[in-house]
């Protein structure tokens, strides 16, 4: 069993920065492959990055340059820094754990947390 805790959401402006976090249980953090989702309203919930257990990392087109996934795993941790921030990017963030080898797409996630919320403004 893992619990996830999602924090460092917040309200930026268009070309701001943010690093997201995820506090994870559990001795086993290490053996899954990690990433984060986002959802805007009215919408699907969207793969954005991921992270295998190995380290080898995965994004999203609509991301890639902008957003850097990394993971510490003798914190149990798991951080998603986004630079250059557009307001497309506004949504709850949600961080996930999945088996290794659903490693990049995390599909199936098999824990979530509860989510984060960004919001870049114009």
């Known amino acids: 069993q893992v619990q996830l805790v999602e924090s460092g959401g917040g309200s930026v402006q268009a070309g701001g920065s943010l690093r997201l976090s995820c506090a994870a249980s559990?001795?086993?953090?290490?053996?899954?492959?990690m990433g984060w989702f986002r959802q805007a309203p009215g919408k699907e919930r969207d793969f954005v990055a991921s992270?295998?257990?190995?380290?080898?990392?995965g994004y999203a087109e609509s991301v890639k340059g902008r957003f850097s996934i990394s993971r510490d795993n003798a914190e149990n941790a798991v951080y998603l820094q986004m630079n250059s921030l557009k307001p497309e990017d506004s949504a709850v963030y949600y961080c996930?754990?999945?088996?290794?080898?659903?490693?990049?797409?995390?599909?199936?996630?098999?824990?979530w947390g509860k989510g984060t919320l960004v919001t870049v403004s114009s």
């Open positions: 996930a754990a999945s088996y290794s080898s659903a490693w990049p797409s995390l599909v199936p996630v098999e824990y």
């Open positions: 559990g001795r086993t953090f290490r053996w899954y492959a």
């Open positions: 992270i295998s257990v190995s380290g080898d990392t």
